[in-house]
């Protein structure tokens, strides 16, 4: 289930994420990028629901938030800035006119147990099963393999627009830093990590030959 501010949030970064791929290209090139960035964002977002979900936990999605700049309990900012909307686009004008850093850390996400997870709990199905780094990890992971294999079909099917940004998508989002993705892999498995960096270098490499 969608939260209404869960869904708006996700709304401006599926914009967002048209205004970058298409960057001053006209209106015709500029529906079609949303088209490409609503099928990425739903299923990396659709998936990590789903997975959330198989193992009782609830999933809040939203714009990527800066607050916390070192390891003690002081060092953080008073409010919490929107990196998710601000880095992009900001990266994005400063290389003008041509646009060619288009940078994809849009979203983070938030885990709770569901009350049936603290009910199987109780009665003894999560006893030795507390929510570690790994299950934290667990939607990333999955998120990260739907967007690559949607990567692979929209390749098959002749779409490479729609094959070549969901790779990007998915690299910079390995990227283990604040509460992206990348983050959550590399603290809940550090293999699985490393296998989609790889994944995601092998990716644009055959984009740039093969897309």
Known sequence: MFKINEVFQILLVIILFAFIINFLSGLETF???LLIAFIIISVNVITKKMIASSIDLEIEQKIWQFQRWGFYKRSKLKKS????LILPFFMLWLSYPTGFFKMFTFLQYDLKPTKARAAKKHGGLYRFSELTEFHIALPAI?????TLL???LAYLLNFPDLARYSI??????LIPFGQLDGCKMFFGSKLWW????IMSILGIILSFIMI
């Open 31 to 33: 529906l079609f990028a």
């Open 81 to 84: 800035i929107p990196f998710g």
């Open 142 to 146: 999955w998120a990260t393999v739907a």
């Open 150 to 152: 949607l990567a692979v």
């Open 168 to 173: 990007y998508y998915s690299a910079w989002n």
């Open 194 to 197: 490393l296998f989609f960096v």
